[in-house]
C-alpha cells in the first residue's frame, strides 16, 4: 500500500548532540518534505526534497528517491528543536496529488 | 501576513453544533487541502479541492463537508459536531504538480 513510515518514533538528545531521522516511502510517493510540528502545533516547512542534499544552517536533509528513503540531520542540536518532525510525500497516481504522512519522531532535547 | 491563514485559531464548541472553519490563502495554489491530526497521530486528509469547481473526499470525510468558495477561500464544517471530532485541523495549499506544501498555523477545536 501507499507508506510513509518514519523511526525512530522518540529520540532523547542532550543539548549539543547530532541526530539522524529516516523516512522511507513507497512506490507512488514522490517529492518528498520534511517539517518541524512546534510546541503550539505549527507545521514549520523545512525541506522540500525530492531528491538529493540541502542543507539549511544545522539542518540538512538528503532524499535517495531509487532507494526510497530521506533522512533528515540535525547537528549540535539546541532544546529549541524539540518537537515532533514529520517527513510526507506526494501520491501522485490515482488520488493524485494528496500529501501522505508519517507519523512523526518525537524529539526532546535536554539542556 | 501569513500566507495561508485559519480562522478561528481555537474553538469550543458543544455536541451537535454547526461549526465552520475557514481558510484563505494569498499564494494563488490551486489546490487546496484539509487535514485533521490526532495526538500521537500524523495527519490524515479529510477533503481536497483542485480548483473551485473540484471538490474531492479524502480519507476520513465523514462528518464533515467543505465549501471552495473562491480559488483563494476553502471552509470545512462540521454539521453536527461530536467529541471525537475534536482534533488540531490544519488548511493546505500547493500548485499542481506535487510541489511543495504550505500549511496554516492550525485550528485547534475542542467538541464537548
Known amino acids: 500500500g501507499i507508506q510513509v513510515e518514519q523511526s525512530p518514533p522518540d529520540l532523547i538528545l542532550q543539548e549539543g548532540a547530532n541526530s539522524t531521522l529516516r523516512c522511507n516511502f513507497s512506490?507512488?510517493?514522490?517529492?518528498l518534505q520534511w517539517f518541524h510540528q512546534n510546541p503550539w502545533g505549527q507545521l514549520i516547512n523545512l525541506f522540500y526534497?525530492?531528491?538529493g542534499t540541502k542543507q539549511n544552517g544545522r539542518l540538512s536533509a538528503t532524499t535517495v528517491a531509487t532507494e526510497r528513503y530521506s533522512l533528515l540531520y540535525i547537528s549540535s542540536s539546541q532544546t529549541t528543536d524539540s518537537g515532533v518532525y514529520f517527513c510526507?510525500?506526494?501520491?501522485?497516481?490515482?488520488?493524485?496529488?494528496?500529501?501522505?504522512f508519517g507519523k512523526g519522531t518525537k524529539l526532546s532535547v535536554k539542556p | 501576513d501569513a500566507d495561508v491563514t485559519q480562522t478561528p485559531r481555537n474553538r469550543i464548541t458543544k455536541t451537535g453544533k454547526r461549526i465552520m472553519l475557514e481558510c484563505s490563502q494569498t499564494?494563488?495554489?490551486?489546490?487546496m487541502y484539509w487535514y485533521r491530526q490526532d495526538p500521537g497521530l500524523g495527519l490524515r486528509l479529510i477533503y481536497y479541492?483542485?480548483?473551485?469547481?473540484?471538490?474531492n473526499k479524502g480519507e476520513i470525510s465523514d462528518g464533515y463537508s467543505v465549501s471552495r468558495q473562491a480559488q483563494a477561500k476553502f471552509s470545512l464544517s462540521l454539521e453536527s459536531a461530536i467529541p471525537n471530532q475534536t482534533a488540531l485541523y490544519f488548511c493546505?495549499?500547493?500548485?499542481?504538480?506535487?510541489?511543495?506544501?504550505?500549511f496554516g498555523q492550525g485550528t485547534r477545536l475542542t467538541v464537548v
Open positions: 493546505a495549499t500547493r500548485r499542481q504538480g506535487g510541489t511543495e506544501a504550505f
Open positions: 512506490d507512488s510517493v514522490n517529492n
Open positions: 526534497i525530492p531528491s
Open positions: 510526507a510525500g506526494n501520491h501522485y497516481g490515482g488520488s493524485q496529488g494528496n500529501l501522505i
Open positions: 499564494k494563488g495554489h490551486d489546490r
Open positions: 479541492s483542485f480548483d473551485v469547481k473540484d471538490i
